[in-house]
Antibody
Framework: EVQLVESGGGLVQPGGSLRLSCAASGITVSSDYMSWVRQAPGKGLEWVSVMYSGGTTFYADSVKGRFTIFRDNSKNTLYLQMNRLRTEDTAVYYC?????????WGQGTLVTVSS | QSVLTQPPSVSGAPGQRVTISCTGSSSNIGAGYDVHWYQQLPGTAPKLLIYGNNNRPSGVPDRFSGSKSGTSASLAITGLQTEDEADYYCQSYDSSLSGYVFGTGTKVTVL
């Protein structure tokens, strides 16, 4: 059974940092592309970042320069390092696998940026 | 601000057929990039419904089907059921943004 389990969310002040984790089982995070997607309260889905199997990464303009996606193959875990957080980054963050490779999503982790 | 436009809502009676459009441009759907569709039930994570324009993952009923033409794509639900009430999102790749984009989302209501 495939499972993606996000963790690391919480309450942080504007300007602060958080690191999200996405622990995978049943799949290998390095074998296909993996994305982070977020959903602000009551809003639609917004793509945040992607890491391809070869290690290439891309980011949405809204997070470029502040967020970093990376993975630890030995832990089979994907990460999202979020720095200089803003109130508009408040959202549930999901990790997701390439739709052509099963399209699995985690249950999400809530990040709240507020003073 | 999404580059893929969907109708905010569609509705139908049980058993009817409804369609959801996803309108893009020459840098995403029109450039030949695949379109995927997700269903999001209230309070849950999105679930892949259609991948690669018209392919259903194992376990997705054949009441759901996808198509693509030009700069648009569509999701059709036939034999509408009460459990189909959810939000639906399309997704594609956009070459001008060098990233993936989601549609604005459509709420399906079963009357």
């Amino acid at each position: 059974e495939v499972q993606l389990v996000e963790s690391g969310g919480g309450l942080v002040q504007p300007g602060g940092s958080l690191r999200l984790s996405c622990a995978a089982s049943g799949i290998t995070v390095s074998s296909d592309y993996m994305s982070w997607v977020r959903q602000a309260p009551g809003k639609g889905l917004e793509w945040v970042s992607v890491m391809y199997s070869g290690g290439t990464t891309f980011y949405a303009d809204s997070v470029k320069g502040r967020f970093t996606i990376f993975r630890d193959n030995s832990k089979n875990t994907l990460y999202l390092q979020m720095n200089r957080l803003r109130t508009e980054d408040t959202a549930v963050y999901y990790c997701a696998r390439d739709p052509a490779a099963g399209g699995y999503w985690g249950q999400g982790t809530l990040v709240t940026v507020s003073s | 601000q999404s580059v893929l436009t969907q109708p905010p809502s569609v509705s139908g009676a049980p058993g009817q057929r409804v369609t959801i459009s996803c309108t893009g441009s020459s840098s995403n759907i029109g450039a030949g990039y695949d379109v995927h569709w997700y269903q999001q039930l209230p309070g849950t994570a999105p679930k892949l419904l259609i991948y690669g324009n018209n392919n259903r993952p194992s376990g997705v009923p054949d009441r759901f089907s996808g198509s693509k033409s030009g700069t648009s794509a569509s999701l059709a639900i036939t034999g509408l059921q009460t459990e189909d009430e959810a939000d639906y999102y399309c997704q594609s790749y956009d070459s001008s943004l060098s990233g993936y984009v989601f549609g604005t989302g459509t709420k399906v209501t079963v009357l």
